[in-house]
Structures are given as C-alpha cells and as structure tokens.
C-alpha cells in the first residue's frame, strides 16, 4: 500500500497551491493524514494533520492561518491547500497515514511526496 501525493509545482510567492493526497488500495478514513515537508539536510517537519473518525485538525504554529488540511471521504482524498506562500516553503511535501494525530507518531503508510517550488 502506497499514498500518492500530487498537486506540486513552481509558484511565486504570495500564492496558493493545493496538494492531494490519495490511495488505491486503502481507506484513508481509517486513518489520521499528516502532511510533511522535508528540505535536503532537515528533519522531515509536519505541517498538518487529520485524525481519524472526528477529522479534528491539528497544526505547528508555522503553518497555522496559512495551511488547511480537508478530507473528501467520497473521494479517499486528503487535500492540503496553501496560501500565502513563502519561499521557505519550498520542500517536497509527502502525506502519511498514521494512527492518530497527536503523541509520539505511528506510521503505518507513506507516499511518494510532491516538489513544491515558491519563487520569491
């Protein structure tokens, strides 16, 4: 089982991009979505998660009022929409299902991530 993760590219500063994350195998339902960012020679950081079941969201302050993490359950589809983007965004963003949002992560998939590239 693999998550996709799709819907990067080049964009200027100061604009949107949505990401999608998607599986062909799996109930992404069942599952808490986090979606992380990782630059060469960083730690991978997440920017946003959904639990499982409450779809309650959860984000680090970095990216709070600016990203926006949403389920569609009719299409097994996690999208993480960004605005107002920075050119320290630019990483490669890959989504994860997990057993839940909060405590010490429990991953149980990954997906091949996405290049996000923001031009200043």
């Known amino acids: 089982v693999q998550l996709q993760a799709s819907g990067g590219g080049l964009v200027q500063s100061g604009t949107s991009l949505r990401l999608t994350c998607t599986a062909s195998d799996v109930a992404l339902d069942d599952y808490a979505i986090g979606w992380f960012l990782q630059t060469p020679g960083m730690e991978r950081e997440g920017v946003a998660c959904?639990?499982?079941?409450?779809?309650?969201?959860f984000y680090p302050d970095s990216a709070k009022g600016r990203f926006t993490i949403a389920r569609d359950h009719a299409k097994n589809t996690v999208y993480l929409q960004m605005s107002s983007l920075k050119p320290e965004d630019t990483a490669v963003y890959s989504c994860?299902?997990?057993?839940?949002?909060?405590?010490?992560?429990?991953?149980?998939?990954w997906g091949q991530g996405t290049q996000v590239t923001v031009s200043s």
């Open positions: 994860a299902a997990m057993k839940e949002c909060t405590g010490p992560p429990v991953y149980v998939y």
């Open positions: 959904i639990s499982g079941g409450d779809d309650r969201t």
